[in-house]
């Protein structure tokens, strides 16, 4: 069974930075596609970045590209999503969620089987 556990996370002013954590376990091996979701009060969940484990091939949505940076961690079953210049439009719930195998370009925002419990992130102006 797989589990994500999420860390980090917070408040902060804008322009500054925080990071997000999520580990996986439950794969027998540390090779799968891990993205990170977020839902900002009244508005639809936002996919914003991927990482294929296995390459470390990324994936960004357009508004966090430049800022955001998903990167895997040591253990290797550790993501961490590194969130630079963050700005109020940021402040949201993120959620890490996985799908075993690789992330594909077309579809790297699909397909995710199974959710971390969310972190809070408030960015203030």
């Known amino acids: 069974q797989v589990r994500l556990a999420q860390s980090g996370g917070g408040s902060v002013q804008a322009g500054e930075s925080l990071r997000l954590s999520c580990e996986a376990s439950g794969y027998a091996y540390d090779v799968f596609c891990l993205g990170w979701f977020r839902q900002a009060p009244g508005k639809e969940r936002e996919a914003v970045a991927a990482?294929?484990?296995?390459?470390?091939?990324?994936f960004y949505a357009d508004s966090v590209k430049g800022r955001f940076t998903a990167s895997q961690g040591d253990p290797t079953n550790t993501v961490h999503l590194q969130m630079n210049s963050l700005t109020p439009e940021d402040t949201a719930i993120y959620y890490c969620?996985?799908?075993?195998?690789?992330?594909?370009?077309?579809?790297?925002?699909?397909?995710?089987?199974?959710w971390g419990q969310g972190t809070p992130v408030l960015v203030s102006s």
């Open positions: 969620a996985t799908k075993p195998g690789y992330c594909y370009s077309g579809s790297w925002s699909e397909g995710f089987q199974d």
């Open positions: 990482i294929y484990t296995g390459r470390g091939f990324t």
